[in-house]
């Protein structure tokens, strides 16, 4: 049974290029989330959707992250232009809205902004 | 303005013996509680929770325990194993208006259990 899956799983760009994070939930899971992870700040949430609708974006540090998700299966997360700070590591959770707490993460993408 | 808590940033046991980890919160409205472990290049994988109207709940080498009044839980893992190296995040969950729930990740604690 396949996992969260995320790509690319390394991605190395120049600053002020855009990169996009992509994610596959698990089949039947409705609520997808996104997270960044640095050293000072842990795991952090930007955005979270349910039934693919962004429900809380108030984690998105600025307008040069925005998201998506199309459709049930698929998300993508996107920098535009992306800067050195961005750097880390980005996960995609899904989980199942109700009755459930657990959130079942992606590998992540570790992002180098240089 | 970090609600959840991890005041710890690594911790070294021997094999054999006790692991606590410990974790603090500051929002009152969180009525469940997570721990996951995550090892180097994956993600977090769930471990064990507890719900605000339990004080403890165990599972195999595993026991998280909740004070309320405190705003403080731990995770104890007895006995420690080698296998256990690795970073423990805690997380609180909110229910959202929107539907779902919300976790709220601690820094996370490095776990070293040395042979």
């Known amino acids: 049974d396949a996992g969260v899956i995320q790509s690319p799983r390394h991605e190395v760009t120049e600053m002020g290029q855009e990169v996009t994070l992509r994610c596959k939930p698990i089949?039947?899971?409705?609520?997808l989330f996104w997270y960044r992870q640095t050293m000072m700040r842990g795991l952090e949430l930007l955005i979270y959707?349910?039934?693919?609708?962004?429900?809380?974006d108030s984690g998105m540090p600025e307008d040069r992250f925005s998201a998506k998700m199309p459709n049930a299966s698929f998300s993508t997360l996107k920098i535009q232009p992306s800067e050195p700070r961005d750097s880390a590591v980005y996960f995609c959770a899904s989980s199942i809205s109700r009755g459930s707490y657990e959130q079942y993460f992606g590998p992540g993408t570790r992002l180098t902004v240089t | 303005d970090q609600q959840v808590k991890q005041n710890s940033p690594s911790l070294s046991v021997q094999e054999g013996r006790i692991s606590i980890l410990n974790c603090d919160y500051t929002n009152s409205m969180f009525d469940y509680f997570l721990w996951y472990k995550k090892y180097p290049a994956e993600g977090p994988t769930f471990l064990i929770s507890?719900?605000?109207?339990?004080d403890k709940n165990e599972d195999g080498r595993f026991t998280v325990f909740l004070n309320k009044s405190a705003k403080h839980l731990s995770l104890h893992i007895v006995p420690s194993q080698p296998g256990d190296s690795a970073v423990y995040f805690c997380a609180a969950s909110a229910r959202l208006t929107g539907g779902g729930n919300k976790l709220t990740f601690g820094t996370g604690t490095q776990l070293k259990v040395e042979l």
């Open positions: 507890i719900s605000s109207i339990k």
């Open positions: 089949s039947g899971h409705n609520s």
């Open positions: 959707f349910n039934n693919n609708v962004p429900i809380d």
